[in-house]
């Protein structure tokens, strides 16, 4: 019940509304003079769309203190650099020293997992910390409508980050040559690799760090789960290969920085001389395995959010 109950400047706004519903109920509505929403109500897909944009802001630290825009910067600055540096080069020789981008791009892969591990328990970790999980399921958004919107937007900021530095070397490589338009003619074929391998990278980081950011409402145990579980996996991986006879096509995909670079290789049509001592696993069984492991962790996910109380 409001303290303003029965006071005159309440009584003089006229602003109990209620009644009682029931023979001996006496619970009233008190209306406080609070501002009217008079705009308009988008519903259940203006409340995802908003969820979604915010979590994107979130993610990049747009709006936000210099502190939260670190990571996202440093990422980017640092994953773009080795590409910068190579079209230089690549310029300077007049095209005899080639671009490599799996060569360049692979070894990338510890910093989109830095930040994942960094960024999912901003958006997931935080709102089960600051508990607002209650305030938004009280609207129209659903709780799989929230883990929708939630992921939506970490992949899309992976997907951007990993997209970043090979969509830089591709227009460098286009922008050195001596004749653009018969370079952009040429590389028609190398679009899709540069897609599929952000696309693959995004699905894979933002499944896997959303699910254990949602695991836990401490923000540094969600980053360090995060990071071991990308970091540690690979000894793990490399142990079970030797004590217990893990086949090495398995090996080969669930070893994530091994994995990845590999995939990312071959989808380029580049080798390397563990490659030609040893033959990976053809591309589908990588594109089909990794579907596979960010398939599962959304199902976690959204079991996860299902059961949790708030």
Request: proline residues 5%.
């Amino acid at each position: 019940m409001s303290r303003d109950a029965g006071t005159p400047a309440a009584a003089s706004k006229g602003v109990t509304s209620g009644a009682s519903s029931g023979a001996g109920d006496t619970s009233v509505i008190h209306d406080l003079g609070y501002r009217r929403y008079d705009g308009a109500r988008d519903g259940a897909r203006g409340a995802f769309h908003a969820l979604t944009w915010q979590g994107i802001r979130t993610l990049l630290g747009i709006g936000r203190p210099l502190k939260a825009k670190a990571v996202p910067v440093f990422v980017a600055v640092v994953t773009m650099l080795p590409g910068l540096a190579s079209l230089a080069a690549a310029g300077a020789s007049a095209g005899q020293i080639p671009l490599r981008y799996g060569a360049l791009v692979a070894p990338q892969l510890i910093m989109f997992v830095l930040m994942a591990a960094a960024q999912a328990p901003e958006l997931f970790s935080r709102d089960v910390q600051h508990k607002v999980l209650p305030l938004l399921f009280t609207r129209d958004l659903t709780r799989d409508r929230y883990v929708a919107a939630r992921w939506l937007a970490l992949f899309t900021v992976m997907f951007a980050i990993a997209l970043a530095p090979l969509l830089l070397l591709y227009l460098g490589e286009i922008g050195i040559a001596k004749d653009p338009a018969t370079t952009f003619a040429s590389m028609r074929g190398k679009i899709g690799p540069v897609l599929l391998l952000a696309t693959c990278t995004g699905w894979v980081l933002a499944s896997v760090s959303a699910l254990l950011a949602s695991l836990t409402a401490r923000r540094a145990y969600a980053t360090a789960s995060i990071l071991a579980l990308f970091l540690v996996s690979a000894a793990v991986v490399s142990g079970l290969e030797k004590v217990a006879g893990l086949p090495e096509g398995l090996a080969a995909v669930l070893q994530p920085i091994e994995g990845y670079r590999t995939l990312a290789l071959q989808l380029f049509g580049e080798t390397s001389r563990a490659m030609e001592l040893t033959p990976p696993p053809a591309v589908w069984v990588y594109l089909v395995s990794y579907g596979a492991i960010g398939a599962l962790a959304i199902i976690g996910l959204v079991w996860r959010m299902r059961r949790m109380s708030v």
